[in-house]
C-alpha cells in the first residue's frame, strides 16, 4: 500500500496531472451572479501541494491570483473558533451536511434560522456576524490572517468584483434578513452581507492557499505559528469533509477520500492530515458548483499517491 510517507515524487506527478487535466474546451459553467468570474480563460489551471516539513511544489498556473469564493469560508470559522467563546458561535450554526444548495432559503425557514453548517451561505453569515461583534471589518481582519498563514501580503481583496456581486446580492441579503427575523443575526442584514461578499472577494494563488491551509494538516501549527487547537483544527477538518463540497461532499469523499473545501471561483482547498494542504484551481464548474477539472485531478492525485484519510 502507498502511504502519505512513501509517496512518489511530487514535481513530475503534478506536472503529469497540469498536462491530463488541462481544460482543453470550454465545459462546465461560471456562476452568473458574480460577474467577474466569467472574464477568466477557462483553461487555467494551477495546482499546489504544501507539506508538513515546510516544502512547496507547484505546476500550471500556481502563481495565478483567482477568487477564493467560499474557500473564505473555512477560515472565517478558524477565526470564530480563535476568538474562544466557541460555544456562542456553535450555538447559532449546526455541524450537519445540508443536501441543499448552499444558498438555499427553503432549509433556513424549515429550521428557524440555524443553519445547517458553517459552509453554506447561511451558515457563513452567521459566523461573519460573530465575528464582527469584535472585529467590524471582518473582510480585513481575514485578509491579514490569510497573509500572516500565507508568509506574504500576497493576498487582496477584489473590491470592484465585491461590489459588482453586492450589487446581485439579493438571495444573500434575503438569507441575512430571515437570519435576522429568527434573531440569528445581530448586525444590520445589509453590513454582514457585505462584509461577507468582501471576504468571497480575497484573491489567493494556489500556492498562497495552500500554505494558508497547513495549519489544518499539522493539527492546528501553521505557518505563523499555533492557529487553532489539536481538537479544533480537527473539527474543521471533519466539517470539511461533511460538508465542503456544496451538495457533492459525499461523491467528493467517495472519489477523493479527503476534506476538502470548495468556491465558485473554481478552487479547492483539500487536507491530507499529517502531511500537506493541496490548492487546485480551474474555473469552470459542474452542475454542484465544484471545479470540474480540480475534482477530477484530485481524484487522480490520491488515486496515485495513495493519500486518504481512509
Ligand atoms: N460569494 C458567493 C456567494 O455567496 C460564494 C459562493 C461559493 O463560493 O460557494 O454566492
Not at 287 to 298: C, R, T, V
Request: charged share 20%.
Amino acid at each position: 500500500m502507498t502511504t502519505a510517507l512513501d509517496a512518489p515524487p511530487l514535481d513530475p506527478i503534478l506536472d503529469d496531472i497540469v498536462r491530463t487535466h488541462r481544460p482543453q474546451r470550454e465545459a462546465g459553467s461560471v456562476p452568473t451572479h458574480i460577474p467577474s468570474l466569467a472574464a477568466v480563460p477557462y483553461n487555467r489551471f494551477g495546482i499546489a501541494v504544501a507539506t508538513a516539513s515546510g516544502d512547496v511544489f507547484t505546476s500550471g498556473d500556481a502563481h495565478i491570483p483567482f477568487s477564493i469564493q467560499s474557500i473564505s469560508k473555512v477560515f472565517t470559522l478558524a477565526m470564530a473558533l480563535q476568538r474562544g467563546g466557541t460555544s456562542s458561535v456553535w450555538s447559532r450554526v449546526l455541524r450537519e451536511p445540508s443536501g441543499t444548495a448552499f444558498n438555499s432559503l427553503v432549509q433556513l425557514e424549515v429550521e428557524h434560522g440555524i443553519p445547517r453548517n458553517p459552509f453554506i451561505n447561511a451558515g457563513a453569515l452567521v459566523v461573519t456576524d460573530h465575528l464582527m461583534e469584535e472585529t467590524p471589518d471582518a473582510a480585513s481582519a481575514l485578509l491579514r490572517f490569510l497573509a500572516r498563514e500565507a508568509g506574504g501580503p500576497g493576498p487582496f481583496i477584489d473590491e470592484a468584483a465585491a461590489a459588482n456581486e453586492l450589487s446581485n446580492s439579493s438571495r444573500n441579503l434575503a438569507l441575512a434578513h430571515f437570519l435576522k427575523d429568527f434573531r440569528n443575526l445581530r448586525q444590520p442584514a445589509e453590513f454582514v452581507v457585505e462584509n461577507y461578499v468582501r471576504q468571497c472577494s480575497i484573491m489567493m494563488t494556489c500556492v498562497e492557499l495552500a500554505r494558508a491551509g497547513l495549519f489544518l494538516a499539522r493539527e492546528g501549527h501553521g505557518t505563523s505559528g499555533t492557529v487553532l487547537s489539536r481538537n479544533e483544527a480537527k473539527r474543521i477538518g471533519s466539517i470539511m469533509l461533511t460538508c465542503g463540497m456544496y451538495d457533492a461532499a459525499g461523491e467528493f469523499a467517495f472519489r477523493v477520500g479527503l476534506p476538502g473545501k470548495s468556491g465558485v471561483g473554481g478552487g479547492i482547498l483539500v487536507i491530507v492530515p499529517g502531511h500537506c494542504a493541496i490548492c487546485v484551481w480551474s474555473p469552470r464548474l459542474d452542475a454542484k458548483g465544484n471545479s470540474l477539472a480540480g475534482s477530477e485531478a484530485l481524484a487522480d492525485l490520491s488515486d496515485r499517491t495513495g493519500w486518504s484519510v481512509f
